[in-house]
């Protein structure tokens, strides 16, 4: 099992920037995908940016270029540095560890953290 816990969130006017932290119970060498997803009100949960286990990253339409995933292996944390950050980013964004575990995918997710873009 992967117990992830987010930090980093607030409030942020249109133009700034937050970076998001997700730490791990253990090491993320191992874990297969790693990633930030987000919800906004009446929506549902999509895909931010994901970060696999052999360094290749995938990013949503909508961030690329303003958003970056990186991780710290020797601290087990993943980091979502936003910037540009526009009113539509607002949204609580959850990390998500994906492993395959005896054969079988298995899916953890964080308690989230709410990130509101406003003036």
């Known amino acids: 099992q992967v117990q992830l816990v987010e930090s980093g969130g607030g409030l942020v006017q249109p133009g700034g920037s937050l970076r998001l932290s997700c730490a791990a119970s253990?090491?993320?060498?191992?874990?297969?995908?790693m990633g930030w997803y987000r919800q906004a009100p009446g929506k549902q949960r999509e895909l931010v940016a994901t970060?696999?286990?052999?360094?290749?990253?995938n990013y949503a339409d909508s961030v690329k270029g303003r958003f970056t995933i990186s991780r710290d292996n020797a601290k087990n944390t993943v980091y979502l540095q936003m910037s540009s950050l526009k009113p539509e980013d607002t949204a609580v964004y959850y990390c998500?560890?994906?492993?395959?575990?005896?054969?079988?995918?298995?899916?953890?997710w964080g308690q989230g953290t709410q990130v509101t873009v406003s003036s």
């Open positions: 970060f696999t286990s052999g360094d290749s990253t």
């Open positions: 253990r090491s993320i060498f191992s874990i297969n995908v």
């Open positions: 998500n560890a994906f492993t395959v575990e005896n054969h079988q995918g298995q899916s953890y």
